[in-house]
């Protein structure tokens, strides 16, 4: 790893610091407040008994995610969605990969008949959102099910999630692949990628984006790294968080 | 008045403990997080130098405000008004009252050509939204009109705010006249009003309907007292968050 | 009572001309067509046997209003919110308010599972639209209940309507409460109050807001006296107007 | 001519009475309440100096107009497009119509760089409601100029209008050519044909449809001779009105 | 018949080169690509065993359209009906007519309950685009029927299709009546009219506009019988393009 | 490489038929019809002199893209999202990846203050919309850039596009990865994934998604070196359209 030193006076191997505060919601089932540094998204998991109508009675549960921004999350304000009237392609974008993400380490059929709704609300922006949605949104959702399982609508014995999933993004800077990006860097990145890892290390996603030069196998290759052990940090505080009493 | 106790042991003249985290975001140009008991409303402030082409050339600045609630701020969730297209009556009507009760106490042409949207977004709700976000708001108002100040876009002689600025609701459960009423409050109430009152005592607005039998001047009269005395406590609260250190 | 002399030569306490042509529409089971001066509203109720499926099977019914202006009822033209795609919050708030109003007055256990839908279209604006068409609606509620009383879809022992209802505009002009503001009065209001009053003299709302300087106790109380006096004389018209064979 | 009596005791080539009312909004620069038997519809014309942007500069004017049908025209209540947020396919055909059928009696260079938009709201619907509005649109559309002239936004000597436009249905039932349908024979029509024609007695536009049976060159010509002559009748009850004073 | 000669070479009573790719689309059980000169559209036929729920239980099928054109199809880029979030007049205009003209020639009660929807998308557009749509989508349903009685959900014997039918476009150029205008040549008619005539030779839709002159009836004359001839022709290459093996 | 034969007798390096028609549409700057087996898009290439105006005074052009897919592209219809008014998430998501494809092979100073805009319509649909629509857009993109230096637009010296770009879909099916799935493949894939590959061999997209099973890093390299492959030989077939007189 390089040597070179971050404006926040991080290595480029490191995250920011992480907070998730679990339980944030006194109404949701299952909540989440999560930090990666200056980013804040609540996450809050919703849990109907029941599934949408094109699913009934097959006996599998469903899980979706949506995502949005508060008007003045970021720097400057930008216009409500609901006022202009209509959902923009990046909000889409991340609101499905929120969803692929979760739904790959949940066991829909021990989920049973049962509907979870994921929200990520990004409170405050500087980078990351989408990924610290999906590390906060497993929090929530893990609990989400756990009220479920309480309530008697799952199965006691069933193993709804097989595995736990968190997410990063890395990015290449002057050449130098860097974990974690906030804003001031993201925006200066020639390559940019998500990652989402499941707790036992395996892709769910891999979503690189060329947005100077293209990148090679190698870049590649040292970028997946990053994020694969960026994902490992954000698994244990994960852990950690779901091990303290609620 | 009575010696009932209300659930959550307060009397009936006593308003929630209330909270106004003052700079919540690092972002805007004013803010506040705002906690009526389980009501929380983060409120930003945004200013903008210039004002809408139809106030151009006119010496004056605008002041407007925007209310919403997150889909999982209440007991169920609702569905997204961006999702949905389009913003519903309430979320109309309550930003428009927010608007008016702000601009009750702006000198606009004091303010200069100035624009400031104060966005008031619900991340919990438990009654009283509406009062919460004008009692927040004006903090962050305030916080934002100082910035300008500072930033040279408002003439350092300038007095922007000639008053402040609360509001709060009250209620008739049961035939007694309430203050501050929570969610289980609210449903169970005859009549509901709402009161914005500004720091010096005066009405802005007041919003009286009956939910349940139609009200007589009597009850109105009682209803408007409990109102005011709420609306200077929380004036006080006000003062004394915009009198400490940023 | 001031002896001030208004524009069009009325006292501050008299209303304008009022008119309602009661079963101005061949189609609707009820309608009028009612004029506050210069202000012409349509309002019509359209009775449907049954209920929208949330309320199935409570055995209640349901009232509800939708309020509209045509495009040139007022000085210069508005563009439909049909065109624009979405209803603006000035509409939205005045179809609540008349919805509210009408259900203020009405059994819905005594209505049965039938519902009335009451649209009031301004087809030519001059000041109060939404207190007409609250007076004029209830005339065509009254008509629509008759109906479905003559077609046995309401029990003929059941009193559906146990009180009127109708509203008025009240305001400070240079100092003075004046009661019904036509148009160039209202835009000159200090403040503006429209109230809403059963046959019996109850309040069944209060909306009072400060358009210029916030107001005191003792404007407000001025202003609730000559709006209770108005909405009696909207009173007397309305019985006399129903009393009349159709 | 056939002798066939109709429902409501006309002969097969007899108008519904028509009455237009003129002048019937105090707010528009030309209007016009015009009634085809029971179909009633509001023609306003708004006057406005100036054109759209992309028609500036060409010393040309524009006309348009805007077709809609309250909720309750109709027998059974219509739900609004502004709240089903769009505009239908038959609205926008009509609106269309109306605005070419008008356009092709306007001079637009002598007109000079104005807009009139003319407005048709249907209060009350009973077939022929796009007939009905050409007819009382060309009424409201004369005085709108009328009006532009005496403001001298268009010259003194400029003719505007170089000749004058009605429009009436006609339709074949049980074989037999018939004119200006009521809703109970325009639901029965095999063919149904709307026919727009000038003062001076030439057609501006021919819109036939099978709605049953597909129709031959015969009853083509049958249907064009009895909408001529219809139109004929309905430009001397324009001439008439519009020579009164206003 | 006049002599002169048309930019493209044509006679004046001469269709442009026809061609209709029948069977174009792997997927819908009809369709057909069709081309009138530079004019192409894809028209595919989807045939759905069962009706709309306000049909079902009626014994009878429904037949729709929808128009549309891709956005290059013109000379220059129109943005998108999806982009915009709303249908156009004129779309929404052809589409109503492509299906009164299909359903024109069905027997809903032969086709049973079933429902066959036709896509009409231009994917090039040089005048005609509607006719040539009606043209090419009587094939793809002809097919989609085809199949629908080859999969038994239509009755072997029941005769669906009573009669084929086509459509052209005729206009007055400098006076002079031409048949199946090209773009260049559309923009310049004083009058345009658009034809639907069935196999048999009997009228479904004749709609004529004066663009720029009203027109007198000897010229409507001269533009039907040009229409009525270039629909034989049309007919013609229908019914030669469905008698080939598919 | 495994010997494992497809559905269609490929082998699983192997793409389907690839064809791409240059210069399909007679309107459009630069246009192809591009075909991967049973998937055909229509690429066209609108180009504009001049630039959006957040872009003006820049010195730099833009590219952008929008994908969509014809309602019976598919097995069975979908509606069209004209019709619901909005925009789906998949749409969106596809027109930013063909965009930031392209832009990663366009020097936007050398193009100048000129816009291209590509429309990617999917006529039919095989799967691999997307990477097709890429492939093909390149060469549209080409051939616009060709005709605005032609049209003296942009500097005959620029170099516009400095490498080329293509895409391809990849997955894992049954364990074993593949190259190009076509759509029944696609269904059944456990991990599915995009690249776009420059024509020298560089990454600028790969958008991998575990739809079963997480991957492993050796599967994730599996799948890019048959991906880098697949791109290859697209790049060798756009260079030799590109090359053939137009």
Redesign the interface.
């Known amino acids: 790893m390089s040597e070179t030193v971050r404006a926040d006076g991080r290595a480029v191997d490191a995250l920011r610091p992480v907070t998730i505060e679990r339980g944030w ?4 089932e299952g ?1 989440a407040l999560v930090s990666f540094g ?1 980013t804040k998204v ?1 996450c ?1 998991a ?1 849990f ?1 008994n029941g599934v949408p109508r094109w699913l009934t009675g097959k006996g599998k549960g469903w899980v979706t995610a ?1 995502y ?1 921004m ?8 930008n216009d ?14 991340i ?2 990969l929120i969803g ?1 993400a979760l739904r ?1 380490v949940v066991d829909t059929k021990a989920l049973g008949e049962n509907t979870i ?1 994921i ?1 990520c ?1 990004v ?3 500087d980078g990351g959102t989408r990924t610290a949605a999906i590390t906060g949104a497993y929090v929530a959702l893990a609990d989400a099910i756990a009220w479920g399982r309480e309530k008697k609508f799952i199965s006691q014995k069933a193993t709804v999630l097989f ?1 736990s999933v968190s997410a990063v993004s890395v990015g290449i800077i002057d050449g130098e692949p860097m974990l974690d990006l906030a804003y001031v860097e993201d925006v200066r990145a020639e390559t940019d ?1 998500n990652i989402v890892v ?1 707790g ?1 290390g ?9 947005e100077g ?5 190698r870049e ?1 290759d040292a970028l ?1 790294e990053l994020g694969v052990n960026g994902c490992a940090q954000l698994r244990d505080i994960q852990q950690g968080v779901l091990e303290e009493e609620k």
Chains 1, 2, 3, 4, 5, 6 share one sequence.
Do not use: W
Not at 70 to 77: E, I, V
Not at 202 to 210: D, H, K, N, R
């Open positions: 919601s006194a109404q949701a909540s200056g609540l809050t919703s109907t949506e949005a508060l008007p003045r999350a970021t720097n400057s304000r409500r969605e609901s006022v202009k009237g209509r959902i923009g392609g990046r909000t889409h974008e609101s499905r692929r790959a709704v929200d609300d409170l405050q922006a595995d990628m499941t036992r395996l892709f769910v996603e891999v979503q690189g984006t060329a030069a293209p990148f090679d196998k590649l997946l």
